[in-house]
């Protein structure tokens, strides 16, 4: 199994920007996370799908965060506007069911805002 | 809110000492205490991952320690090497359906030859 696939890797953007992070989950895992690392606050999660359905949304931090999941196999996160203090690796997982204990994480992307 | 505080930020061991790492959840509504490990430019892995009905759960080198009345769990390393060198997380799973995770800030733990 090839894990959980992000793209970009890496992202750099000026300030203003719309920017559009990917993430494809493990086939048959049911759950999808979103998660931003910073050296500051840690791992925060973001937003949580169970089949496909946002199920927790509280830790988006703003109106210009915002994440869908069309299919089982696809997933967007969206910044518009993006500004420097989102800077941060953004990362993807996803679990067999939204009550397991283990999350398999992608690679991340890591995005810098000027 | 609900949190984990873990401690310490930093650690430096020798090759073939113990790490210990250290976490204390602050309510009682989590079923799962899971560690995750992340080595630099990689997302986080399962580690060992213990249950509150359990005190102590080992996996090779790796031990979980557990004491649910004091609401504190750690993490031992034995004979640590090198490539235990990365970032180990402590975990917390909600009780619910939804089964978040909270995680703790952290450790980075960096293991000398």
């Known amino acids: 199994d090839a894990g959980v696939i992000q793209s970009p890797r890496h992202e750099v953007t000026e300030m203003g920007q719309e920017v559009t992070l990917r993430c494809k989950p493990i086939?048959?895992?049911?759950?999808l996370f979103w998660y931003r690392q910073t050296m500051m606050r840690g791992l925060e999660l973001l937003i949580y799908?169970?089949?496909?359905?946002?199920?927790?949304d509280s830790g988006m931090p703003e109106d210009r965060f915002s994440a869908k999941m069309p299919n089982a196999s696809f997933s967007t996160l969206k910044i518009q506007p993006s500004e420097p203090r989102d800077s941060a690796v953004y990362f993807c997982?996803?679990?067999?069911?939204?009550?397991?204990?283990?999350?398999?994480f992608g690679p991340g992307t890591r995005l810098t805002v000027t | 809110q609900q949190q984990v505080k873990q401690s310490p930020q930093s650690l430096i061991v020798q090759k073939g000492g113990i790490s210990i790492i250290n976490c204390a959840y602050e309510?009682?509504?989590?079923?799962?205490f899971p560690w995750y490990q992340q080595f630099p430019g990689k997302g986080p892995a399962l580690l060992i991952a213990?249950?509150?009905?359990?005190s102590e759960k080992k996996e090779g080198r790796f031990t979980i320690s557990f004491n649910k009345s004091a609401k504190q769990f750690s993490l031992h390393i034995m004979d640590s090497q090198p490539g235990d060198s990365a970032t180990y997380f402590c975990?917390?799973?909600?009780?619910?359906?939804?089964?978040?995770?909270?995680f703790g800030q952290g450790t980075t733990l960096q293991v000398k030859p």
């Open positions: 997982a996803s679990s067999w069911t939204v009550s397991y204990h283990e999350q398999y």
């Open positions: 086939s048959g895992h049911n759950s």
């Open positions: 799908f169970n089949n496909n359905v946002p199920i927790d």
């Open positions: 309510n009682t509504a989590f079923d799962y």
């Open positions: 213990i249950r509150p009905d359990v």
């Open positions: 975990a917390a799973k909600q009780t619910s359906n939804t089964g978040k995770l909270i």
